[in-house]
């Protein structure tokens, strides 16, 4: 009897500490679950992971990197510093045999003990890490960084970790995924700020060496780096060479006296190929000029080269004593400063216009007023008689909003049923079209030609995307110049960021919103709905349905919009049927731009039905759990951002099931654990365990309390 109960309060103790474990793991999870709706930078986001992986998979160092192509940036570090590591652990992915297996493979790899596995190398700061793990992190099918994890004891990480690894590698991909873009829209509007001051200092100020030290300084303060130097060209004794024109920050006597000739070291090379460059280490390219002083230390560059028109000027170097202190983003707004160093030293006119117009636009709370500022202003920059400001529908064939000046101006409709109208062409092409005479170009509207002299559309161009086209009419012979255009430009593309801003600052918050509204709830339904109505709430669509698998049909569980009377929850659809079907069949996304062209839409799905829509499936635990369904009665109504966007939803809605059922495993572990206790103490005699714990899918449908909560993701289906 003693012997049975001693083995039954073992068992008791197993489990209580399985389900422990359990808890701490799914603790760990949520915790990560946060960082993902939570808008904080990537440094945060990478430092949170690392801190959170610690508290399941302990280590003695660890890395979170992020892959950009062959390149990989450290982005968060733990147990060394980052002086301490050596170039050679950072190479590009192509030369690291073992980092190219993690990248590759997209799978955990798992080293027991490093000197067993030949792609393994040891340098000074490996040389006491005898177990090692690449975990890769990837994001609709990319890897997009990976974490490195070092400990001194061989035999410590083994193929049992390898299961919690990748659920904690894709819940991280996930929160650093989203942290990248929240980066990425934080950076954009740090460089618009730092652009618009900028532009406020050309409107008051047109001194040209008084420009180039504010950059130079501007450049130090914002990337904090050792200096910033700008080269221009100067002939001395019959030759060119490059001198230092302005420098700020430190070491400023030393570089002062420093000269390059055209081609020589990489500021020479810059202004020779009018390239940029990003080095992680400089000291270690052949291009490098070394300095006097030999510093011993790593040394990175930005270089960026200042043109004016399609001829070099100058060359703006950053310079940082830190291995690979830059990243992609700060070489972004070093060319940014050095194209808006470009245009500043070539006009000196019409630059105060252009930043009140800016600071109205930037300004601006609502896209009507940004198009209002943009039309009025274009017209008081280039004198021209009229404007009007067309934004392109999703579909690119349409027009979603426009906006004339004066009022009373004639501007025909675009002609968008025909490719080779000028509307069509710029948002094709999105290149300008200057048409200086109208009467003798065929391409024009007839009408236009009887009203207006010359024409210029200039697109407005998002991320490489036209999401608009400017048009300004002029009634008298007008040949637009280069400065013209160059300001033109610039303007229609800060509207363009600035209405991109609204919309994504937006769609940002709703997701915020969703995924911390998402991790208080446990039953579908509650998930489902929230969804449901974010959906409805944001994009631009007719109706939103979220089905579930139950079990060979879906099912519609929450419905949002003008369609309820025809998808009434509880209405089903056979799976692989309809572009629901089809996508909880095939676990694919689908974005359908016009139905009746789409042989696996089902006419009957509503009456009328949609014109086009969006469908992504929901999985949960590598298996379609359902689908969410946007719908709109207009064709070309959603693009692959609102794929995007769907997907995002639909990846929350995945992680909040999983984690109710995380939360509820630990709940039912928990409670079996203190009723096999209770009776042990009760009836003196220890019951077989498996009796009962049972299977785990038969705990959950027996217990009264799971029973007593509805259909959901803790029963028989779920």
Same mark, same amino acid.
């Given at each position: ?57 302990? $280590? ?7 892959? =950009? ?62 177990? /090692? ?5 990837? $994001? ?100 060119? /060479? ?35 460059? +990003? ?21 990175? +560059? ?22 690979? /202190? ?70 690119? =064939?349409?027009?979603?909003?426009? $906006? ?42 007839? &009408? ?6 010359? +024409? ?14 400017? $048009? ?60 449901? =109505? ?70 009957? /799905? ?95 449908? =027996? ?12 029963? &028989?289906?779920?």
């Amino acid at each position: 009897l003693a012997a049975a109960r001693a083995a039954g309060a073992m068992q008791s103790a197993r489990v209580l500490e399985r389900g422990v474990t359990l808890r701490r793991q799914a603790g760990t999870l949520r915790d990560v679950a946060v960082a993902i709706s939570s808008a904080i930078s990537l440094e945060d986001v990478s430092g949170q992971i690392l801190d959170n992986v610690h508290r399941m998979v302990k $280590y003695d160092k660890a890395t979170m990197q992020i892959v =950009r192509g062959d390149v990989r940036d450290l982005i968060a570090y733990r147990g060394f510093e980052k002086a301490d590591i050596a170039p050679q652990l950072l190479r590009p992915i192509s030369q690291d045999a073992l980092i190219k297996r993690v990248v590759t493979a997209q799978r955990p790899v798992i080293l027991t003990e490093t000197k067993q596995d030949p792609d393994w190398e040891v340098y000074p700061q490996t040389a006491n890490v005898y177990s /090692w793990i690449g975990l890769p992190l990837v $994001y609709r099918d990319q890897t997009i960084g990976l974490i490195t994890l070092d400990h001194h004891k061989a035999g410590t990480y083994t193929r049992e970790l390898e299961g919690l690894l990748i659920q904690l590698a894709h819940q991280a991909a996930v929160a650093v995924e989203n942290a990248r873009l929240f980066d990425d829209r934080q950076h954009r509007i740090r460089d618009l700020q730092i652009l618009n001051d900028i532009a406020q200092i050309m409107a008051v100020n047109l001194n040209t060496l008084d420009l180039l030290r504010t950059i130079a300084s501007r450049v130090v303060k914002e990337l904090k780096c050792t200096h910033c130097t700008i080269f221009s060209p100067v002939e001395q004794e019959g030759q060119i /060479w490059l001198l230092p024109q302005v420098v700020e920050g430190k070491h400023q006597g030393q570089i002062a006296t420093r000269k390059f000739r055209i081609g020589e070291g990489l500021a020479g090379w810059a202004f020779q190929h009018g390239e940029a460059l +990003m080095l992680p280490d400089a000291s270690i390219d052949p291009r490098f000029a070394k300095a006097r002083e030999r510093r011993g230390r790593p040394r990175s +560059m930005l270089i960026a080269p200042i043109l004016v028109g399609d001829q070099i000027r100058s060359v703006i170097v950053a310079d940082q004593d830190e291995y690979g /202190w830059f990243s992609i983003n700060d070489l972004s707004l070093l060319k940014a400063l050095a194209r808006q160093a470009g245009i500043a030293i070539q006009r000196n006119t019409g630059l105060q216009l252009v930043q009140d117009i800016g600071n109205q636009i930037n300004s601006a709370r609502k896209v009507e007023e940004i198009l209002r500022f943009i039309v009025s202003g274009a017209i008081d920059l280039t004198h021209t008689t009229s404007g009007v400001i067309y934004l392109v529908g999703k579909d690119g =064939r349409s027009i979603a909003a426009s $906006y004339k000046y004066p009022p009373d101006s004639f501007h025909p409709a675009p002609r968008m049923d025909k490719e080779d109208g000028s509307t069509r062409r710029v948002i094709a092409t999105g290149d300008v079209l200057i048409f200086s005479d109208l009467a003798q170009d065929e391409r024009v509207n007839p &009408e236009l030609r009887e009203r207006a002299r010359s +024409m210029i559309a200039v697109p407005l161009k998002h991320v490489d995307k036209v999401i608009g086209v400017l $048009y300004l009419n002029d009634r008298d012979f007008h040949e637009f110049t280069e400065t013209e255009v160059s300001l033109l430009t610039t303007l229609s593309n800060q509207a363009a960021t600035a209405i991109a801003k609204e919309q994504q600052v937006d769609r940002h918050r709703m997701l915020n919103d969703v995924g911390a509204q998402l991790i208080g709830l446990l039953k579908d339904e509650d998930i489902f709905n929230a969804v449901a =109505r974010a959906v409805a709430d944001t994009l631009d669509c007719t109706h939103c349905s979220v089905f579930r698998i139950e079990p060979a049909v879906l099912v519609v569980r929450a419905a949002q919009g003008n369609l309820e009377r025809d998808l009434p929850l509880g209405r089903t659809f056979n799976i692989g049927e309809g572009v629901a079907g089809w996508v909880a069949k095939t676990g694919k996304s689908a974005l359908v731009a016009y139905t009746p062209e789409d042989a696996r839409f089902d006419p009957n /799905w509503s009456s009328p039905p949609p014109q086009s829509l969006v469908n992504v499936p929901i999985v949960v635990d590598q298996q379609v759990y359902g689908v969410i369904s946007v719908e709109h009665e207009r064709p070309g109504a959603f693009d692959e951002q609102d794929r995007r966007l769907v997907e995002t939803l639909a990846l929350q809605v995945g992680q909040a099931i999983r984690n109710a059922r995380r939360i509820h495993e630990l709940e039912v572990l928990y409670a079996a654990g203190q009723r096999f206790s209770r009776q042990l103490d009760r009836e003196g005699q220890p019951i077989e365990p498996a009796a009962e714990l049972g299977h785990r899918r038969r705990v959950r449908v =027996r217990d009264p309390e799971v029973l007593s909560r509805g259909h959901g993701p803790f029963d &028989e289906q779920g």
